[in-house]
């Protein structure tokens, strides 16, 4: 009698992979899908709020009040001497707020940031805060100030006996200028002072040990590192003057007249809603070509 000593093995069974196929699949399917159900949301929300009123606003402007579809309301509005007067005060003031801001902005993130003085951190601490503060906040300030019942023209027909005080620069596009640089220039000095906390002082240490005054120091050492901030900074400053309204709104500058007054003054006063929907359509084009351009020198620059 023999005995049978080969190990008894239990029957192996291989997994069904064609059933674990539909499963597989429907998991991928449900990861494939999560990224359209998380976008689809912020997307309605955007297209609602956002590309539809642009959508109307855009057909507007091609549906003049005698009826049907036409480019009759751009003729109309390009060749008028108001819109292109509005064109070329929108863009000089722009340009002019946007250099003023750069020149002012990198002077005084020079001072906080390199000339020790007391209460440093908490100037660059209000400019954080300052970026929150609305536009015509400022600009009644300066009316405060320099309008014709402010406080300077006080000061001045109460020493002199005048009837009327020499401060009256406000209501022109001199006094517009001056409400958007003093708004604008934080946008500026915020990047700069953070690339400037991030530059390393060893450098400016040993430019000093070797004989360099400060003039040459900030000309080679502190410029090259200035230059994208104030590329990013000065970039998104031209966008934001091209599109500012409050300010030119509340100094009174009745003469100054910028493509978002324009707007308002077709839709508001005018009742001619086609000129001012053109009129809007030619600002969002501007707006998104140097927004563009903006974004191309952040990137760029790294801010």
Same mark, same amino acid.
């Given at each position: ?33 999560? @990224?359209? !159900?998380?976008?689809? @949301? @912020?997307?309605?929300?955007?297209? *609602? ?7 109307? &606003? *855009? ?17 109309? &509005?390009?060749a ?13 003031l ?7 801001? !750069? ?11 390199? &000339?020790?003085?007391p ?22 300030? !300066?009316?405060f ?15 002199? #006996? ?5 401060f ?12 958007e *640089? ?27 040990? !070797?004989?360099?005054r ?50 308002? #003054? ?17 600002? &969002? ?10 974004? *191309? ?7």
């Open positions: 009698m023999t005995t049978d000593l080969t190990p008894c093995t239990a029957p192996t069974t291989t997994p069904d992979v064609h059933a674990a196929r539909p499963g597989a699949r429907r998991g991928r399917r449900l990861r494939g899908a999560a @990224p359209l !159900l998380w976008a689809a @949301p @912020p997307v309605a929300l955007l297209a *609602v709020f956002f590309l539809y009123p642009l959508a109307l &606003v *855009v057909r507007q402007s091609v549906q003049p009040d005698t009826g049907g579809v036409s480019l009759k309301p751009y003729a109309d &509005v390009f008028s001497p108001a819109f292109r007067e509005a064109l070329w005060t929108t863009v000089w722009a340009l002019a707020s946007t250099a003023g801001c !750069l020149v002012l902005g990198f002077l005084l993130a020079l001072v906080i940031a390199f &000339v020790p003085f209460g440093a951190r908490a100037v660059a601490r209000f400019i954080d805060v300052f970026l929150s503060f609305p536009s015509f906040l400022i600009t009644l300030a !300066l009316l100030v320099y309008g014709r019942t402010g406080l300077a023209n006080g000061l001045w027909t109460g020493a002199t #006996g005048a009837p009327d005080g020499p009256a620069f406000l209501t022109t596009p001199w006094g517009v200028l001056l409400a *640089v003093t708004y604008f220039t934080p946008f500026v000095m915020r990047p700069l002072l953070a690339a400037f906390a991030q530059l390393d002082t060893a450098q400016l240490e040993a430019a000093g040990s !070797l004989g360099a400060a003039p040459r120091i900030v000309r080679q050492v502190i410029w090259p590192e200035a230059l994208p901030a104030l590329a990013a900074g000065g970039s998104l400053v031209l966008v934001l003057c091209l599109n500012e309204f409050g300010i030119v709104l509340f100094t009174g500058a009745k003469g100054v007249t910028t493509l978002p007054m324009l707007v308002y #003054g077709k839709a508001i006063l005018e009742s001619d809603y086609p000129g001012a929907c053109v009129v809007a359509v030619v600002n &969002v084009l501007i707006s998104v070509g140097l927004y563009g351009l903006y974004r *191309v020198v952040s990137r760029r620059a790294g801010a």
